[in-house]
């Protein structure tokens, strides 16, 4: 048996009309005709194998930090002062937080992700209905971008002060982010009244 070309065997079938994805044949040449004894992948195979097992590692990734949220920290809230269950005294109150992860921009101009307020309560629950604006009664709520604020007191007893983070529009966050603490304020001991300074004299006594 001999090689139709004299070179003994070769790889053929590399004419026209095959794509370069298919496998390589290996054939063996004799006078009689050629007979397939083999193939062999070509790299291009190969290299869309690899490209394919690489997506889909890529894919797995994103699907874990979706799911984790390890994207980007969350934004949070603290009520520094006053101190849960503080006493409270001299007709008012000031509240301090601390905001993370997150800037507070100006009241007033359009929402964006980038812009954020906080609105402070009194005695009230915070709204935190998606879309809506996150305001209560007249005279129980304030919209600042400030970490502090002032509250008038009125009345002893418990008193609930509560800060809400929300969107520059005043709408909650998609997860609400609220921080609220009760104090106490104590009751003013009624004013009992002074003697007075003058003498006083038994009837028709007095200077003659």
């Known amino acids: 048996m001999g090689d139709r070309t004299g070179a003994g065997v070769r790889f053929g079938g590399g004419g026209r009309g095959r794509s370069w994805l298919q496998p390589r044949v290996r054939r063996l040449y004799s006078p009689s005709g050629e007979i397939v004894i083999g193939s062999e992948p070509r790299l291009g195979t190969l ?22 949220g390890s994207s980007a920290p969350k934004p949070t809230l603290q009520i520094l002062t006053p101190s849960d269950g503080a006493t409270v005294s001299g007709g008012e109150v000031l509240v301090v937080v601390q905001v993370k992860n997150t800037p507070l ?44 604020n002032v509250w008038k007191l009125s009345g002893s007893g418990r008193h609930t002060l509560s800060v809400q983070l929300v969107n520059s529009d005043g709408t909650p966050l998609r997860s609400p982010v609220v921080g609220t603490v009760t104090i106490n304020v104590p009751s003013t001991p009624a004013s009992v009244p002074l003697p007075s300074s003058e003498p006083v004299l038994p009837p028709g006594a007095g200077f003659k």
């Open 105 to 148: 921009g100006s009241t007033g101009t359009p929402r964006s992700d980038r812009s954020y307020g906080l609105i402070y309560y009194r005695d009230v629950v915070p709204p935190t209905a998606a879309g809506k604006p996150a305001v209560t009664a007249p005279g129980s709520w304030v919209k600042s971008t400030s970490t502090s």
């Open 47 to 68: 290299a869309w194998s690899a490209i394919g097992v690489a997506l889909l590692l890529i894919g797995a990734l994103a699907g874990f930090l979706l799911l984790t």
